[in-house]
């Protein structure tokens, strides 16, 4: 028969066309599921099927053997001698030796109910991991140690740090209902941080200079506490700053972690000990630097408008970001 779908004909495209698709198929198996039947639910990613199902490779009956996919599909969830034993004898299992010998991946009284539950909780993880996930699958079924280690490598690269996987990170911290899914609440973070940050470059913008063009600038004195505010509200006001520590943390704390959320909070704090040290380096080498500028007001007031400018860049750039 002609090849018309890839490396399949039509009648195998039926049962493997599941295979092809991006995302999750889940079969709902009820009553009997016997030859092209029981075929066309193999094509799924799982299978569930009522306690009651009768399931068989019936083509032996006919003098036939499975020609949808079978031979490609079975091999893959049952032993050797089960398949052996199936194909030979065309007699049907009921669901229960089914799931025992693998066939079937669990019972359920009513299984349609039971796929859509199981579908709503997989779509509510990341769509792209998800597909990454199903592709990786289908090569570690079929290729060799080698290629699986290299197509696990670039599924994973094209992974992190991602939208998707922020999103999932966040919702597993309890933020995404605040930030990644509700447009209202991120709505509200981004636009009192896009006024914060606008009112800090007009402020700079519309400092007035002094009359004496040859005295010095000074900088009157700034509270410590009134220094520590300013940072945090920069911080805390823009969401994307959670985002960005949510997806980067996690990714140095093990699956088998015991206690994740204890690794999370170290590793956070070891992160911004290694910050502070280097921005009270960055704050030292700037002061000294800057005690040489203050000397040339023309320059100085040039820097604050400069930074003004940049202030303003940022609010407008907060006030475009989208939702992720």
């Known amino acids: 028969m002609p090849r018309t779908h890839d490396d399949a004909n039509l009648m195998q495209e039926v049962a493997m066309v599941w295979q092809r698709v991006p995302v999750p198929v889940i079969a709902a198996v009820h009553g ?8 066309l639910a193999l094509g799924a990613d799982i299978r569930i099927a009522h306690p009651e199902t009768k399931l068989a490779i019936l083509e032996m009956k006919w003098g036939l053997v499975p020609d949808m996919g079978g031979m490609v599909l079975l091999p893959k969830l049952v032993r050797s001698d089960v398949l052996r034993r199936l194909t030979y004898t065309a007699e049907p299992v009921g669901a229960e030796q089914a799931e025992r010998w693998g066939l079937v991946t669990e019972l359920a009284d009513d299984p349609l109910a039971a796929a859509q539950q199981l579908a709503q909780v997989i779509a509510g993880k990341s769509p792209t991991a998800i597909r990454a996930a199903k592709r990786l699958i289908a090569v570690a079924e079929t290729a060799d140690e080698v290629v699986v280690l290299d197509a696990e490598s670039r599924e994973q690269v094209a992974l992190i740090g991602k939208p998707h996987q922020m999103e999932v990170i966040a919702a597993a911290f309890g933020l995404s209902a605040i930030l990644a899914t509700s447009a209202a609440a991120f709505t509200a973070v981004k636009i009192v941080g896009c006024v914060y940050l606008l009112y800090l470059g007009a402020m700079l913008l519309i400092s007035r200079e002094s009359d004496d063009p040859e005295r010095p600038l000074t900088t009157p004195a700034v509270p410590l506490l009134t220094i520590f505010y300013q940072g945090f509200l920069t911080n805390i006001l823009n969401p994307k700053v959670a985002l960005f520590f949510l997806a980067f943390v996690p990714q140095f704390i093990a699956a088998d972690a015991p206690n994740k959320p204890f690794a999370f909070l170290l590793l ?46 940022f609010g407008v750039r907060l006030a475009l970001s989208r939702q992720v």
């Open 32 to 39: 009997v599921a016997y030859g092209a039947g029981f075929q």
């Open 268 to 313: 956070g704090l070891i992160f911004n000990i290694n910050g502070m040290l280097w921005c009270h380096f960055l704050a030292w080498s700037s002061s000294s630097v800057g005690g040489q500028l203050k000397q040339n007001k023309k320059l100085v007031n040039y820097l604050s408008k400069a930074t003004g400018c940049l202030f303003l860049y």
